[in-house]
């Protein structure tokens, strides 16, 4: 989010101590390939353009996928947690997408 701060951005600021789940998401960022692993994946995924809807971001749904699989999350339970969970939001968003202003 590169605008004005939102409340959550506020409070989340605001945390005394990091989580276990952030703790092991930072771990899995860090030593996960993700340039790698969207150069394999990247040929087999949908183009835009056809029909229906426009597909999510490569690297977004990549990094979502990841999430299900480490915590066991069925696709309603990970759409939730995109929405109650801040740090799930915040691994979501692919650094280097938000820092580029591409559309992911």
Do not use: N
Not at 1 to 30: N, V
Not at 70 to 89: K, P, T
């Amino acid at each position: 989010m590169l605008g004005q701060a939102s409340f959550s951005d506020l409070e989340y600021a605001r945390k005394k101590r990091r989580t276990r789940r952030e703790l092991f998401l930072a771990e899995m960022d860090a030593v996960v390939p993700w340039p790698e692993l969207l150069a394999v994946v990247e040929p087999h995924y949908p183009r835009p353009g056809g029909r229906g809807r426009p597909p999510v971001g490569l690297a977004a749904m990549l990094r979502i996928y990841f999430l299900q699989q480490w915590f066991a999350l069925s696709d309603r339970q990970m759409e939730d947690g995109l929405y109650d969970i801040e740090i799930v939001r915040r691994f979501e968003v692919d650094p280097v997408c938000e820092t580029a202003g591409a559309a992911c």
